[in-house]
């Protein structure tokens, strides 16, 4: 069954970087794509971009652009998220979710159980 | 792109249908029939329920069922049950390899 783990919970300070994992198990790695959502306290889902888990080529969402990173590593079925220069307005759950084998596809399943991530000074 | 277009809340009593709606544009939502639906109960991760506008993933009753017309997807819940209670999020394929979202709709199980 296919599954997806993230890390655990993170304090940063503002101005600071955070890189979440998300590491796959079930299902071959390669064949898909991985997609970052995050989720602020009581606000809806929004997305930030997804990763190819083949080639390693990522898009990003316009807002995101420039301030995060989404890579892989295919050895050990692990993407990653990294966000730099955090704010307040970072502190949001972040979700790493296994997308199609078409970019279009929005079968977004299995999700990740989510990483919380709090920017406090 | 905007988020997709979603009513904040709708309820219903048990037993009774209720349809969720999620408006897009031509380029989305009326170009493609990359459409899924999302449930998501309080501090739990989103969950697939709705896929392809009209694809249920196993799993899944078969009182959820998605349609498409036009610009606007909607999802429809019938026999509603108190476990249904949850947060609902439409999504689609947006064209230039992005995604959109909904803002989300809050269903209240009276």
């Known amino acids: 069954q296919a599954q997806l783990v993230q890390s655990g919970a993170e304090v940063k300070k503002p101005g600071a970087s955070v890189r979440v994992s998300c590491k796959s198990f079930?299902?071959?790695?390669?064949?898909?794509?991985i997609h970052w959502t995050q989720q602020a306290p009581g606000q809806g889902l929004e997305w930030m971009g997804w990763?190819?888990?083949?080639?390693?080529?990522?898009n990003y969402a316009q807002k995101f652009q420039g301030r995060v990173t989404m890579t892989r590593d295919a050895s050990i079925n692990t993407a990653y998220l990294e966000v730099n220069g955090l704010r307040s307005d970072d502190s949001v759950v972040y979700y790493c979710?296994?997308?199609?084998?078409?970019?279009?596809?929005?079968?977004?399943?299995?999700w990740g159980q989510g990483t919380l991530v709090t920017v406090s000074s | 792109q905007s988020a997709l277009t979603q009513p904040r809340s709708v309820s219903g009593s048990p037993g009774q249908s209720v349809t969720i709606s999620c408006t897009g544009t031509s380029g989305d939502i009326g170009a493609y029939n990359f459409v899924s639906w999302f449930q998501q109960h309080p501090d739990k991760a989103p969950k697939l329920i709705v896929s392809?506008?009209?694809r249920r993933p196993s799993g899944v009753p078969d009182r959820f069922s998605g349609s498409k017309s036009g610009n606007t997807a909607s999802l429809t819940i019938s026999g509603l049950q108190a476990d249904d209670e949850a947060d609902y999020y439409c999504c689609s394929y947006g064209g230039n390899s992005n995604v959109l979202f909904g803002g989300g709709t809050k269903l209240t199980v009276l």
């Open positions: 979710v296994r997308g199609g084998r078409d970019v279009r596809q929005t079968s977004f399943d299995p």
């Open positions: 392809d506008v009209t």
């Open positions: 990763i190819n888990l083949y080639s390693g080529y990522t």
């Open positions: 079930g299902f071959t790695f390669t064949e898909y794509y």
